[in-house]
């Protein structure tokens, strides 16, 4: 089964900092990429997908990500973060052709103002 | 809009008691999961069910059964609560048989559930 591997659990900036978050996967077929974000209290909530086309997406509050193929990774990046992006971040893989998402570990933001 | 609804949001059981999670989608999405979400181990899947009384296991279906009567009703069943079955359980769903584009998963607000 593939996994997905994210880093730095704990992550903690200032109000304007810039964010990356990394995130590999294992398979190597063909996939589609998510960026999954958990607000306080909140349900989970898509904040970007990759499926084909432009490697760089552009998705909700600002955030963006880059599939780059050849290093198996689809970071995310936000260049100024505010307090209101405190939240659980998640990265999913799915492998084409089926509905199943494997997911990572989370990294947990604190935005400090 | 999708709607996921999980029937409760906080539940208290009690060591070897039988439970019942539930998750209703208003969609007609053939195809629900149950993930349990844990500190530092992101989401994991336990079962999912493709179409009526069809249900596959997933990463940790141990300890966890379910149920699809209805094409709306998603259940997962605990026989048996342990402790190391607190956790947040979260249900989803999608239409048709794979993920495309304009289908992602839809995620239910989550149960939290602790067994004492």
């Known amino acids: 089964a593939q996994s997905v591997s994210q880093h730095n659990h704990h992550v903690i900036l200032s109000e304007a900092a810039s964010l990356e978050l990394g995130c590999n996967y294992s398979?190597?077929?063909?996939?589609?990429l998510f960026w999954y974000v958990q607000y306080p209290g909140q349900h989970l909530q898509l904040l970007l997908k990759y499926f084909s086309g432009d490697p760089l997406v552009k998705g909700i509050k600002g955030f963006e990500a880059e599939f780059i193929k050849s290093k198996f990774s689809f970071n995310l990046r936000k260049p100024s973060v505010q307090w209101s992006d405190t939240a659980e971040y998640f990265c999913?893989?799915?492998?084409?052709?089926?509905?199943?998402?494997?997911f990572g570990k989370g990294n947990q933001v604190v935005v400090i103002p | 809009d999708v709607k996921v609804t999980q029937s409760s949001r906080y539940l208290v059981k009690r060591t070897g008691e039988k439970v019942f999670l539930e998750c209703v989608q208003d969609m007609d999405h053939e195809n629900m999961f149950w993930y349990r979400q844990d500190p530092g181990l992101g989401l994991r899947l336990i079962y999912f069910s493709y179409d009526v009384k069809m249900k596959e296991k997933g990463d940790i279906p141990e300890g966890y059964s379910v149920s699809r009567e209805k094409k709306e009703r998603f259940s997962l069943i605990l026989e048996s609560a342990s402790t190391n079955q607190t956790s947040m359980y979260l249900c989803?769903?999608?239409?048709?048989?794979?993920?495309?584009?304009?289908?992602?998963?839809?995620f239910g607000d989550g149960t939290r559930l602790s067994i004492l």
């Open positions: 999913a893989v799915n492998v084409y052709g089926n509905n199943r998402l494997a």
């Open positions: 989803a769903s999608i239409i048709g048989g794979v993920l495309n584009e304009n289908q992602p998963q839809h």
């Open positions: 398979y190597g077929g063909t996939v589609n």
